[in-house]
């Protein structure tokens, strides 16, 4: 690592690293790499033995191995084997789920890989940041993450955003000789480096723990932990009263202390967050494949719920491939020595798509011939353009510059006459839809002259007005924000449907001196917008926080350096195709294809994985309240084990192995965003659980008054109940609709409950000991019973959901949102 208060000259570098300016050779360069290792921060290794051993530590593990314990003392040796397979079941289990979501997140970070432009056997090549070494020349540029420790050898000046090591708030200004450190991000400027230390000797390595940072809990996580807090204390409850009756009745503590920590360990949802994360990386490795990147699992719920995407014009509603139109010089001025300038004042290397536009548009070489480019410096987003020095054939030097024509026009000086002229061609252009940049030049140190003015045009994408269309019909409204004139955003907004209602930001957020504090006027104006056009990347921040402001979740999308502030506070920042590394840094989504239709596409698979989230949270309260409730009020009245303990090992078996199968599950699509209700969970689980224990206590009155059984026997005849209405209730669980109507389960979930209820069946028939045995009359009664009472649970399901849309529907909750924000009208 460099010494940054010891800085070495250049030549003294390159000697020490054995290395030049013309870079490394790729033999060389792999021969370093087996040296030093890969570019990247070590992590910190756990064997998968350790792993698996992890599940035997922890509050919810100590209490299965004290009831094993327990089991022992009292001599329950069937206990014991049982509750020791159901601790080794779970670890594998969760080991298993473990495996499989870090499996997923690994792929998908393997698609998010940092590349870096490294100079190779002598031709410039992109490589992936991982494989750089010491000695590596590499070109850095606006927007980039420096991938490892360097020192900048050639270019003009730097400008990078080292807060997240160092604390300073404002961009370090660097030029040739300097060090820049690994993790750092470019805010403005171009230049050529060497690289003097990757991996864990870089500073950013030795000092990692600077940046750790905590993250808040999401939505999704205080929803695991209140579902996981409501069952624990229904538990709790339910086993103090247990404890407390059953005592003074004289009942063994040790057993009953014994049947109390088994009860309660198949009561608390235990795999519930492992069983939620991993449908959220199941999904978002589908996600992966649709080129959408989840970066953070839990943004899944936002995307979901998102109400209002704000999206770029530039390659996202519009192809992104620009052409020009007919160039307008200047009086005096050819358009030949408008485009000679403009494409001197461009760079191929740097793939800009304005500067590709332009060089594009040279059909003669000639136009070119004898001209050199000395020194270029690229566009940044305050100056707002590109600018070269460049000698012609007789060794004159020129200035060439070419950017936004207000700027260029500023910077020329024109006579009042000609600047109105000039800004009445821009405007024409603008109004049929038309980008414009301005060209000018300089003789050394001479007057700037302004040459000319050149139209872009980049029309929308195919598919944009279709997918705007499909994301309204799904909820979420669009608003165009782009950089362009108002005139420009209101002609493709026009063609793209959008409607006409298009803010300029720089004048909504003229007399803001702070853009996250926006009055409620200027608000309700912002939700009320189309679009936003002369939008500066703190403009993109403002009408973020203003629409959180009001309730809404935001999705921004963006691509370049300066809107990653925007990014990181939007609901959904989306980084699109092509952004630069610090926005897909600050994105919790990055497409990897061009188009507003992945997002679409994104949207559409969160909201499912959402509803498999939900089905589950819904059933897993409906199974503890149905299990917990009845065993403890039917101990209560009765005064006998309406199950035994083995038996409710046994169902958490029974139980465990097809919920696993809810993350393949095909659930309906919600056609408006949705979002976690702990009220409609709560209340839908709690009177499906009850009607649980109404229908097992007339099971188990069946079973004693129609049967004649004995307490052994009813106890087998109970457990075969609760084990094949458990899944049946998941059916039911899972859609918000009638459970025959479609979607259909899919058919791992479908064959999962159908093979583990012929398991449980045949168990009761044939249990080889362990339980007494019923008939096969009695379990066919059993699941007659079952199957009738599920059309009663699911009627009950759509009743209490449509006394929920009554009295809390989500269209109320559009509509008022909608009338605070545009007036009681609405």
């Known amino acids: 690592m460099t010494d940054p208060n010891n800085i070495p000259p250049i030549e003294k570098t390159l000697t020490d690293l054995h290395a030049s300016p013309a870079g490394l050779a790729s033999s060389e360069a792999q021969l370093r790499l087996q040296q030093y290792g890969p570019n990247a921060l070590q992590e910190k290794k756990v064997s998968p033995l350790m792993r698996f051993l992890h599940y035997f530590w922890g509050p919810i593990p100590w209490m299965i191995e004290v009831a094993a314990i327990l089991s022992a003392v009292v001599e329950h040796w069937a206990d014991l084997t049982i509750i020791s397979l159901l601790l080794l079941f779970n670890a594998g289990i969760g080991f298993w789920q473990e495996y499989k979501a870090s499996s997923a997140l690994e792929a998908l970070k393997s698609q998010l890989a ?68 690994s993790g750092t991000i470019v805010k403005q400027g171009e230049m050529v480096a060497v690289i003097t230390a990757t991996g864990m000797n870089t500073f950013f390595g030795k000092t990692a723990g600077l940046v750790q940072k905590a993250g808040a809990v999401s939505h999704f996580q205080k929803a695991v932990l209140r579902i996981g807090d409501y069952l624990i204390y229904i538990a709790l409850g339910l086993v103090a009263v247990l404890i407390t009756v059953e005592l003074f009745r004289g009942q063994s503590f040790l057993n009953l202390l014994q049947f109390a920590l088994i009860l309660t360990v198949a009561s608390i949802p235990v795999a519930m967050p492992a069983v939620l994360s991993v449908t959220m990386a199941l999904g978002a490795l589908k996600l992966s494949r649709m080129k959408a990147i989840v970066t953070r699992l839990e943004s899944i719920e936002e995307m979901a719920g998102m109400r209002i995407l704000c999206s770029d014009k530039t390659g996202t509603l519009t192809q992104n491939k620009l ?114 940049l301005g060209a000018a030049r300089k003789v050394d140190s001479g007057d700037w002259q302004f040459l000319g003015i050149i139209p872009l045009f980049d029309p929308p994408r195919e598919d944009s007005r279709d997918t705007i269309a499909q994301a309204e019909a799904h909820g979420i409204e669009v608003k165009m924000v782009t950089g362009d004139n108002v005139a420009i955003a209101k002609e493709i907004s026009g063609q793209l449907g959008l409607g006409a209602e298009i803010l300029p930001a720089d004048q909504v957020f003229a007399y803001q001196a702070d853009v996250t504090q926006i009055s409620a006027d200027l608000r309700r104006k912002i939700a009320a917008a189309d679009g936003f056009a002369q939008v500066f990347p703190e403009h993109k921040y403002g009408i973020v926080k203003a629409l959180q402001t009001d309730g809404y979740l935001v999705g921004m999308t963006g691509d ?58 819904i059933y897993r309260i409906v199974e503890t309240i149905r299990i917990m409730v009845f065993v403890v009020l039917a101990m209560l009245i009765f005064d006998f084990y309406p199950i035994t303990a083995i038996m409710i090992i046994l169902l958490a078996f029974f139980n465990d192995v097809p919920i696993m199968a809810i993350a393949t599950d095909n659930t309906w699509l919600d056609p408006k965003p949705v979002r976690w209700d702990m009220h409609r969970v709560l209340t839908v689980s709690t009177v499906l ?53 479609k979607p259909w389960p899919s058919a791992t979930l479908l064959w999962s409950a159908i093979l583990t209820k012929a398991a449980a069946t045949l168990f009761v028939v044939y249990p080889m000991g362990l339980v007494p045995s019923i008939t096969w009359g009695e379990a066919g009664a059993v699941w007659i019973y079952c199957i009738l009472w599920i059309f009663i649970e699911d009627w009950a399901k759509i009743r209490v959901y449509k006394h929920l849309e009554l009295n809390t529907p989500r269209h109320q909750d559009f509509i008022a949102l909608a009338q605070k924000n545009l007036g009681p009208t609405v």
């Not at 699109?576 to 949207?603: E, F, K, Q, W, Y």
């Open 114 to 181: 940092l590349k870096a432009r490294a100079l190779r056997d002598g031709q410039w090549q992109e490589i992936l940041a991982a494989d750089l070494v010491p000695g590596d020349v590499i070109r850095i540029r606006l927007g980039d993450i420096i991938p490892a420790d360097v020192q900048l050898l050639e270019g003009d000046y730097l400008s990078a955003d080292q807060s997240a090591l160092t604390g300073e708030s404002l961009p370090v200004s660097k030029k040739v000789g300097d060090v820049a450190y």
């Open 323 to 436: 052409t020009l139109g007919v160039l307008e010089p200047a009086p005096g001025i050819t358009q030949e020595d408008v485009l000679r300038a403009a494409a001197l004042a461009s760079k191929a290397e740097d793939q800009d798509s304005i500067d590709l536009a332009v060089l594009g548009a040279v059909a003669d070489p000639q136009l070119l011939q004898g001209w050199q480019q000395q020194h270029f410096t690229p566009f940044d987003p305050v100056g707002k353009r590109t600018e070269a020095q460049v000698s012609d054939s007789s060794g004159q030097i020129w200035t060439m510059t070419k950017g936004a024509p207000q700027v260029i026009l500023e910077l020329c000086h024109l006579p009042n006459a000609l600047l109105q002229d000039m800004q009445g061609h821009i405007q024409a252009l603008a109004e049929k839809g038309y980008r414009t």
């Open 560 to 617: 370049g350096v300066n809107d990653a502030p925007a990014l990181k506070q939007a609901d959904v920042g989306i980084a699109v195709s092509g952004a630069t590394d610090a926005a897909r840094a600050a994105a919790a989504l990055v497409l990897m294809a061009p188009g507003l239709n992945v997002i679409i596409s994104a949207v559409e698979e969160a909201r499912r994985i959402f509803e498999r989230m939900n089905s589950y949270a």
């Open 689 to 741: 659980g009850l009607i649980g224990v109404v229908e097992t206590f007339g099971m188990l009155l069946i079973a004693r008054d129609y049967f004649h059984m004995d307490i052994p026997h009813l106890q087998t005849l109970i457990f075969l109940k609760l084990a094949v209405a458990g899944h049946l209730t998941l059916f039911i669980a899972r859609t918000r609709k009638a459970f025959l109507r």
